[in-house]
């Protein structure tokens, strides 16, 4: 095929989905492949149940915080200014 004739393959949009397709595809391909390294790596030490453990520890802490900063809602914050007043006059101050 030549370079016209896949220029011109790719100039309408069903051109397009094939390259993208075909880009995602091999990004996935790379990305696991990588990961795949990465994960041989690991198993070839000698303190692979030290590094689970504070895998494990640092995805707990990055689930609270998570959580934290998504699921927990703020109070009002009239609400913490009323609750301040109501301490000052409390404690005697005007």
Request: net charge neutral.
């Amino acid at each position: 095929m030549t370079r016209e004739a896949e220029a011109e393959r790719c100039r309408g949009l069903e051109g397009q989905a094939v390259l993208l397709a075909a880009g995602l595809a091999d990004l996935a391909v790379s990305t696991v492949s990588s990961a795949v390294g990465t994960v041989r790596g690991l198993l070839r030490r000698s303190d692979a149940v030290e590094l689970a453990a504070d895998a494990e520890h640092e995805l707990v802490a990055r689930g609270r915080l998570a959580l934290d900063r998504y699921a927990a809602v703020p109070p009002a914050h009239l609400e913490i200014l009323a609750r301040h007043a109501q301490a000052r006059r409390a404690a005697g101050g005007v």
